[in-house]
Structure formats: C-alpha cells, structure tokens
C-alpha cells in the first residue's frame, strides 16, 4: 500500500517521540511490503521561529493532502512564561483541528497488566481500568468569543454548543459503547450550565436509537473523583472541550506515565494521531522521553488506515519492550534504557511469533474506539 503520512514534530520532545515512530512504520513498510511517502511540516513554537505564526498555511496544505498526519507535541517555556503573548504555539494546534474539521478526540486509558505498580492508585482501584473518553474537539469554551475590558481587569470566555456539535460525536461515542461494554457515560455541568443542559438534551434523544447501550449522566466534579475512586465503572466517557481535556490528564495518572497514552483526532475527512503527553521542554535533547505514547498514536493510525495486522504488530512489539523492561525512566528510575535504544527495541521486534495479539482494536473511521 502506498500512503502519504504528514509528519508534525512541533516542539519541545515532540520531533524526539516522533522520530521513533517513524522507526516503527520503516520497519512496517520492510515487513509488510509497504510504501509510506512522508513529508515534514512545522507547527507551534517551531513555525513561530520561522514564519511568525504557529501553523504557516504550507502545513495546512500538506496536512489537506496526507492520507494521515502524525503530530508530535506543542509549546515551550518560552512562551509558556510569558501569559500576556498574543500569539501563542498552542493556537497553531487549535487552529489545525478547526482546518482539518477534526471534532473528536479519542483518548483510551486501559492499565498495562506489567506497569500496574507503576500507578499511583492501588491494585485493586485500577484493576480492571478499561475506558476510552470521547472528548468533543473543535467547540466549547476554547474557541468561544473572548473578551478583556479595556483596564485589562475584566475577562471572559463564550462556551458555546450547536446541536450539529454534540450530535456528530455522540454517535460516535454511541457506536463505539456498542461495540464495547455498552455503557456510556455523559460527563457534564447540567446543574449550572446551559450548554451542558443542551448536550443532555441531545445526547439523551440520541440514545432512544442505541437501546441496548445504557446511558447515565455524572456532573464533571463527581465524575473526577469517581475516576479515581472506581476507574473500572467506566466505558465510554463523552463529555465537552475542556472538560475532557481534564479528565483526558487525570485518566493519564491512573496508567502511572503520560509517556504511555496515544491519541486520535477524527474529522470525516481527515484524522491526525498524538501522543497524549505534551512538549516537556525539560526534557528536550536528554534521551530521556518516553516514545511508547508516539509509537502507539503510529498503531492507531495504521488501524484507521486499515492495516490491522501492521498495528497490532506494533503494539505486541511494545507489550514486549514492557515485559522484558525495556523503558525509560519515567517507568524505570533505574533503567539504562533511552528514548532511543527503546525506538530501537520496538522497531526491531514489529513482528514476534512469540507474542499474542489480544489487543481489540478498531476502525476509528467507523466510529469504533481503540483500545490500548
């Protein structure tokens, strides 16, 4: 098969995680006979440096024109210490997602059985933790109208939804609960918020059509310590901008590294694949990051380009990597292992006879959810 994948570094660690993906899809064209054309593009800090904006319209173009995008990570402390920047390396990300009309973000959170103590949590809170949260992308408080008076002593943020907005992704959240355990769990503020009443409103009537899904409802606050207290319970989360922008670094904790978690963002159109964690600017250049969440991301995006085979390839290859304790400090204080040498392992070991595949992954573009 012949694809044509974006490659969007960004900043900070991101070109670093990419880079080992990139590793991974190598080894998969040599395996499985395919032939990946990949074009690089800048976004974020990065683009800032060069053109003056966050994403120059020459990635715009060449992210139109990819089969798939593979995104790094976004932002640095440059800019991070300056609050009052008018133009920020987080707008090209937002802007990105407006562009490509990616409104769903799909966020897996299932503990790996050999990292279990990594967590924070005990054993027998997390044992069990298998959810996926459908987190609506393009609308909501962070694109609303803002406004600041003119003494700079005043500010405000439009959350705003359209019925269109929160019925396209709760089919999809739908879908994907159907196909799993059958329960779906609206997380929302109906109890003080609009906007949030409208999406109960509408995924409610949404949910009279997939009656052998069970429906229920928890305000964010409550949802957050239920996460904590009882991961387990949940199956799929679907929930607004940024209240699953939260719950999306909360659930990270659970597994015990952000280092571990992919992502995906699907529009009708186009879909672009991340590692959940951000640009850790403090790590950038040491070989310490971890590349499990990009090479991840890359098996994601494999399965929603239809290569099932090449991305459960990928993830028996990680599953190996973790068994033999093969990572990055992050999961091993003492390992000798860099971002690089676990690159290596993983992109050596994409096929393994040895391994078992029992990872159910599913087609993102149908609306299924992929399960890590």
Not at 345 to 369: P, Q, R, T, V
Request: charged share 25%.
């Amino acid at each position: 098969m012949n694809l044509k994948i974006a490659l969007l570094g960004g900043d900070g660690i991101g070109p670093e995680v990419l880079s080992q993906s990139i590793k991974c899809l190598h080894a998969v064209e040599e395996t499985f006979n395919h032939h990946f054309t990949y074009t690089e593009g800048l976004i974020g800090a990065a683009a800032m440096d060069k053109f003056g904006t966050p994403l120059p319209k020459e990635t715009i173009a060449l992210c139109t024109e990819a089969d798939a995008i593979l995104f790094g990570a976004i932002g640095t402390l440059k800019y991070d210490e300056n609050p009052s920047a008018k133009i920020r390396p987080e707008q090209g990300l937002l802007q990105l997602r407006t562009e490509l009309k990616l409104f769903t973000n799909i966020r897996p959170v299932k503990v790996f059985p050999t990292l279990i103590d990594k967590s924070p949590l005990k054993k027998n809170i997390i044992f069990g933790t298998d959810f996926v949260i459908y987190r609506e992308l393009t609308g909501g408080i962070y694109f609303g109208e803002k406004k600041l008076n003119p003494e700079g002593t005043v500010a405000s943020d439009l959350c705003e939804y359209s019925e269109k907005e929160i019925s396209r992704i709760a089919h999809l959240a739908f879908k994907a609960a159907k196909n799993r355990r059958k329960k779906l769990t609206l997380v929302d503020k109906a109890n003080v918020m609009e906007s949030s009443r409208l999406w109960r409103k509408v995924v409610t009537k949404i949910g009279e059509s997939y009656p052998e899904v069970e429906l229920d409802f928890l305000f964010v606050d409550n949802a957050a310590m239920q996460m904590m207290l009882d991961p387990s319970h949940f199956d799929v989360i679907l929930t607004e901008n940024m209240f699953g922008d939260i719950l999306s670094d909360q659930g990270s904790a659970i597994c015990g590294s952000k280092g571990l978690l992919p992502s995906a963002s699907i529009g009708n159109e186009h879909a672009m694949f991340e590692p959940f964690h951000g640009s850790y600017p403090q790590a950038e250049g040491k070989n310490i990051a971890n590349p499990v969440a990009s090479i991840l991301s890359t098996a994601m995006m494999l399965n929603h380009l239809g290569l099932d085979e090449e991305a459960r390839a990928i993830v028996a290859a990680v599953k190996k990597a973790l068994r033999k304790n093969i990572v990055t400090v992050d999961l091993n204080p003492d390992s000798k292992y860099g971002t690089e040498e676990v690159g290596d392992f993983i992109a050596k070991n994409i096929i393994d006879s040895d391994d078992d595949f029992n990872y159910n992954y599913e087609n993102i573009g149908l609306g299924k959810s992929t399960i890590i």
